[in-house]
């Protein structure tokens, strides 16, 4: 059995560390030869590679639905920002959208995208930015009705600053909130990355108000030295009118 990145190989002779490093290319930034080498030791990228899955994150819903059980065979999913397509995937599985758990009840995966997203088995993926006017009423065309499940892995592209990178994720998180307002069925769940920087507890706050429970999470997948953790609001009380 492979050891984990990082830890050396004390059996039989020659003892190496098993660590991969990767040298300075001409050109790269010290930060990206850094991002590069972690990936290649990180064992979340290792074995999505080995399970099929698009990304790391995959494993990040995973471990939320494990211990929250929202991902529940027919459950009616909307995955937000879904590219490259692991928490479609992910939910594909446990939501039974391919029928391929005798006697369950078959749900259905919607993911839209700024971008093309390739295939994915069992899910309904589309080009759409879910800020449109008119988004809403789209996905409940698409699903024939309300969503059970609205999920965002979302992100804004960094700008290098903390503070202005927690705000940007933020006010997506929050627009992905006002979103799933729209479109979840009454009882529905809410999960979402943010990151750590001070104003997160005025979306729990917010999320209080619509839902009977919401919890904070770090999921093990989630890297130690990041900021991000993943919002999961439970039990929506429904749209008021």
């Not at 074995?47 to 995973?62: M, W």
């Not at 009616?76 to 391929?100: F, H, S, T, Y």
């Not at 804004?156 to 927690?166: E, I, L, N, P, R």
């Amino acid at each position: 059995m492979a050891k984990p990145p990082g830890q050396k190989n004390t059996s039989g002779r020659g003892q190496r560390d098993l660590t991969v490093k990767v040298k300075s290319a001409k050109g790269r930034r010290l930060s990206s030869t850094l991002w590069l080498q972690r990936q290649l030791n990180d064992p979340y990228v290792k074995r999505a590679q080995a399970e099929g899955y698009r990304g790391r994150a995959a494993y990040k819903i995973l471990e939320l639905d494990d211990k929250y059980r929202f991902l529940v065979p027919g459950a009616r999913v909307v995955d937000l920002g879904c590219a490259p397509g692991g928490w479609c995937q992910v939910a594909v599985k446990r939501v039974n959208a391919l029928g391929e758990r005798p006697g369950k009840s078959v749900g259905r995966v919607l993911g839209i995208d700024l971008q093309e997203v390739e295939p994915i088995a069992g899910a309904e993926l589309h080009q759409l930015d879910f800020l449109d006017e008119g988004a809403d009423r789209q996905v409940f065309d698409w699903l024939d009705g309300p969503a059970d499940v609205v999920m965002s892995d979302m992100a804004a592209a960094s700008s290098g600053h903390k503070q202005t990178d927690h705000l940007r994720i933020i006010n997506l998180c929050e627009a992905a909130a006002y979103f799933a307002f729209d479109v979840l069925v009454e009882g529905g769940t809410f999960v979402a990355k943010v990151l750590a920087g001070g104003t997160e507890g005025d979306l729990q706050k917010m999320l209080k108000t619509k839902f009977t429970k919401v919890a904070n999470v770090k999921p093990p997948a989630s890297r130690s030295d990041s900021s991000e953790k993943f919002v999961v609001a439970t039990g929506f009380r429904g749209r008021s009118e």
